[in-house]
C-alpha cells in the first residue's frame, strides 16, 4: 500500500511540475511576443468628411447666424417701442378724459 501511495505521490510531484514547466514556457512565449522589435508601425490619419466646410466658410454661415439673430432683436425693440407709445399715449388720453371732461359732464348734471 505504501508503494501505491509513493507511485500516487510521484504522479502528482511529476504532474505538477510539467504543468509549471509549461506556464514558464507561455510566459516567455507572451514575454516573447510583447517586447519584438519588429512590432507593426501604423501611421495615423486625421479623418476628413468629404463635404468638409472650408473654415472660413464656417465663419461665414456663423456671422450670418448673428447678423440674423441681431436684425430679429432690432425689430422686436422697434416694434415693442411703438407700442409702448400706443399704450403711452392712450393712457394719458383716458386718465385726461376721466380727469377733465366727464367731472364736467357731473357737475352740470348736479347742478340742474
Known amino acids: 500500500m505504501t508503494s501505491e501511495d509513493n507511485r500516487q505521490k510521484e504522479l502528482e510531484l511529476g504532474e505538477r511540475i510539467l504543468r509549471e514547466r509549461e506556464v514558464e514556457l507561455r510566459l516567455r512565449e507572451m514575454e516573447a511576443k510583447i517586447y519584438t522589435a519588429d512590432s507593426p508601425f501604423y501611421q495615423t490619419v486625421k479623418h476628413q468628411p468629404e463635404n468638409s ?50 367731472s364736467k359732464k357731473n357737475q352740470s348734471l348736479i347742478q340742474v
Do not use: D, N
Open 53 to 102: 466646410h472650408k473654415p472660413w466658410m464656417k465663419k461665414l454661415i456663423l456671422g450670418g447666424k448673428l447678423f440674423a439673430v441681431g436684425m430679429v432683436a432690432l425689430v422686436a425693440v422697434r416694434i415693442a417701442l411703438v407700442l409702448a407709445r400706443f399704450i403711452i399715449v392712450t393712457a394719458l388720453g383716458w386718465m385726461s378724459y376721466k380727469l377733465f371732461f366727464e
